[in-house]
């Protein structure tokens, strides 16, 4: 698939629909009143960031991307259909700038992010939303809103662990090539390489991403060469190596031309941690390489990684280098990450008193001896509720347990009851229950008395 990383698009949202002007006309109803639904909203135009695409070859053959409009409101207070958003898929690592170019409106920096670049109209009302007791039949509706508009430059970033930089022929397509499962085009002659290039190398325990990046020569930031707009794509880069052709001449030169126009560019590409690797060494002498090598860490100021694309010298050496800045930046992130995640909120009281530091932290266990010697008392006066009088409480039954243990009163007859002895289904031991309304009940008369009664009130 072709390469491409910077797309001009022509976005629109959708409008959204008209409110309908209705009146309600059914047999038997008069006056029926408005009827009018309201417009249905119109579709936003919403990027999001997937993780299976590493182009914006879509946006040359798709320019225009348009949100569909809400449908007007219809008769019986039916709202309009709402219009369906436009999604604008774009790879990890799009940055979405204004039509200037300059204007950075949202990096798409993680899978998954979505974000909403127009937003759709609203419906207008139908006339059933005017209806009032002073317009009881209103003759109007209110227009959808209208929809947006706007030009959006995409800019790719590709989201590498690595880059690799330097002249070219300086053999970074075979480096890549021999490290990972990529097969860029390799030729000795210049600009074989002519858009980005990535590949996945596996070093020890670690994976990660490295890009080819197409030569630089001297002037690139004015445009010499293919210019400096790949570079990029190595602002995202952990670590930067840097490849210099072994079999060139002036090799320190040759160094000093790339910073200057990493320099050029700026983005903090200059300050990044690179890593300097003289390559071919197969292909030299000896005697000039040690020169060679003397002479680049002169002039970078640093050890300097002595490789071979074609016969594989060195190039472990220079990888685990590379993992090492790549992890260290993985560590940081994951760091970052973690701090900057919100503080849950305090949920026990030991929490809440951790956070609000006024709050007099008390001991968890003297705490506990002290609300052991409370409860008794507070469970007491819980017991007697206010609004109890006091003769009914005098009325209570107190069960005084005679034998331990406590047995628990399962079942209690009103006869049981009338008798002030209770028979638990445990029978032992027995319980004496007083009881202020039983002293005071007459004992129940027996048949031929209550007989002998009736004949005497006649
Ligand atoms: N002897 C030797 N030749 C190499 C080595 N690495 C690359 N070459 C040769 O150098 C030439 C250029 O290699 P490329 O990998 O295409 O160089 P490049 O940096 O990608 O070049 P551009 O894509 O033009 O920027 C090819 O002919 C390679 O065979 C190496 O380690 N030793
Ligand atoms: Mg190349």
Redesign the pocket.
């Known amino acids: 698939m072709k390469f491409l990383d910077v797309a001009k698009v022509y976005a629109a949202s959708g409008a959204g629909g008209n409110g309908c002007i209705a009146f309600r006309r059914e047999k038997f109803i008069e006056y029926g009143g408005p009827y009018g639904g309201d417009g249905g909203r119109g579709g936003d135009v919403i990027a999001e960031a997937v993780e299976n695409l590493n182009t914006l070859i879509d946006y040359r053959f798709q320019q225009h991307v348009k949100a569909k409009s809400g449908e007007g409101g219809k008769g019986k207070v039916m709202t309009g259909a709402g219009g369906a958003d436009a999604i604008m898929k774009v790879p990890v690592g799009t940055e979405i700038y204004e039509e200037d170019g300059e204007s950075l409106i949202v990096d798409m920096a993680t899978p998954g992010m979505r974000y909403r670049l127009l937003k759709g109209g609203n419906g207008g009302f139908g006339n059933y939303h005017f209806k009032s007791a002073t317009n009881q039949a209103p003759e109007f509706a209110l227009p959808g809103q209208p929809a947006e508009e706007k030009i959006f430059i995409l800019k790719l970033k590709l989201i590498a662990d690595a880059g690799l930089i330097?002249m070219?022929?300086?053999?970074?397509?075979?480096?890549l090539s021999r490290v990972s499962a990529a097969r860029?085009?390799?030729?000795?002659?210049?600009?074989?390489?002519l858009e980005p290039q990535l590949g996945v190398v596996k070093i020890d325990e670690t994976d990660f991403v490295l890009a080819?990046l197409?030569?630089l020569i001297e002037g690139a930031h004015e445009g010499v060469g293919l210019g400096d707009r790949f570079l990029g794509h190595a602002e995202r880069c952990a670590s930067i190596l840097h490849?210099i052709d072994g079999t060139s001449d002036n090799i320190a030169k040759t160094y000093k031309t790339i910073r200057a126009e990493l320099e050029a560019y700026g983005h903090g590409l200059d300050e990044k941690p690179e890593i300097v690797a003289l390559?071919?060494?197969?292909?030299i002498a000896q005697a000039q390489l040690v020169k060679k090598r003397a002479a680049l860490e002169k002039a970078c100021g640093h050890k300097v990684h002595v490789?071979?694309?074609?016969?594989g010298e060195g190039i472990n050496t220079v990888l685990r280098a590379m993992a090492h800045q790549i992890n260290q930046r993985r560590l940081l992130r994951a760091e970052q990450a973690e701090y900057g995640r919100a503080a849950p909120l305090p949920r026990t009281r030991a929490d809440r008193q951790a956070v609000n530091f006024k709050a007099p932290v008390v001991p968890k266990a003297k705490l506990t001896a002290e609300m052991e010697a409370a409860r008794p008392v507070a469970r007491k006066a819980a017991a007697v509720p206010k609004a109890v009088s006091k003769p009914a409480v005098a009325a209570r039954k107190v069960a005084v347990p005679t034998a331990k243990p406590k047995p628990r009163i399962k079942h209690t007859s009103r006869r049981a009851k009338g008798n002030a002895k209770v028979k638990t289904k445990t029978a032992k031991p027995k319980i004496k229950i007083k009881t202020g309304k039983a002293k005071a009940r007459p004992k129940p008369l027996s048949k031929t008395a209550q007989r002998a009664k009736k004949k005497q009130r006649r």
Request: charge should be neutral.
């Open positions: 330097g070219p022929n300086a053999g970074k397509s075979t480096f860029p085009k390799i030729a000795d002659y210049p600009f074989t390489t080819d197409p030569g490849l390559n071919k060494v197969d292909a490789i071979s694309g074609v016969s």
